[in-house]
């Protein structure tokens, strides 16, 4: 009786010990987790190198602020701006927006000589852009203005010590923007041009590079490569501030599909 009850005993102790290792498993609890430093979206377009994702952002009163070239209200935002954006994933996917800052503003129609305004083509480094945009923000303060979307008469953008960010006035323009720096790209940060605009989210195009350091991973965690990734896979990405000379896009660390 006594050995039939250690047996019990012990069995229930192994059972036990077994039963809190697997709750505490990084394979049980961490497999399907969302961090609040990756950036969730629907894979749009893959290239050999580039990976570009469609990726929500939620809107609330938090995100809209009065610093210094930050966006103060949702009517600031058009579809084909360039965006660097500042916040936290949520655990459903959803990116919960704090801070947005205009980059490069959509279709800048500059004149002629005979004033006439040229036709351009959609192309503003999204999936469908011919050529990535080339700006600054959040990178080397060195090159900023060099790209398109850089600050001019009737743009925008904001300029060092040009308040309301152009010549469309206060009411429309963004806040005072004399401060010189910018917000440095942070693990969490997005930039990207957006798609769509209402006065709950915005729909964001990211595009990102990848090389033999990346490492992308399967839902079941098993070891992938950046060829089996699909239009259409729903994926959580570490982006590393690491600018590619080529593409000027960031870095993809870590890609792993999600369900």
Do not use: C
């Not at 377009?45 to 602020?65: C, P």
């Not at 001019?152 to 040009?162: C, Y």
């Not at 923007?177 to 195009?205: C, I, K, M, T, Y």
């Amino acid at each position: 009786m006594v050995l039939k009850l250690s047996k019990g005993i012990l069995l229930s102790i192994l059972l036990s010990t077994a039963l809190l290792a697997s709750d505490k498993s990084p394979l049980v609890v961490k497999k399907n987790v969302i961090h609040t430093w990756e950036s969730v979206g629907e894979v749009v377009q893959v290239t050999d190198k580039t990976l570009s994702i469609r990726q929500r952002l939620k809107l609330s009163e938090a995100t809209w602020s009065l610093l210094p070239g930050a966006i103060a209200d949702v009517k600031q935002l058009k579809s084909g701006d360039l965006i660097h954006v500042k916040g936290t994933t949520l655990q459903d996917g959803t990116y919960d927006t704090r801070r947005i800052f205009l980059v490069g503003e959509s279709n800048p129609q500059p004149q002629t000589a005979s004033g006439a305004t040229p036709v351009q083509g959609a192309d503003h480094g999204g999936p469908e852009g011919k050529a990535p945009p080339q700006v600054a923000y959040g990178g080397d303060p060195s090159l900023e203005g060099r790209g398109r979307g850089a600050p001019g008469r009737d743009s925008r953008v904001p300029a060092p010590g040009r308040p309301g960010g152009g010549s469309t006035g206060a009411s429309e323009g963004l806040q005072s923007s004399r401060a010189v720096s910018r917000p440095r790209f942070l693990p969490g940060d997005v930039e990207g041009v957006v798609e769509q605009v209402s006065p709950e989210n915005v729909l964001l195009a990211q595009t990102l590079y990848f090389d033999k350091e990346s490492t992308v991973v399967g839902r079941d965690g098993e070891a992938m490569k950046g060829k089996d990734l699909k239009t259409g896979q729903r994926v959580a990405i570490t982006i590393k501030d690491e600018m590619d000379s080529k593409t000027k896009a960031r870095k993809a660390v870590v890609i792993r599909l999600l369900p």
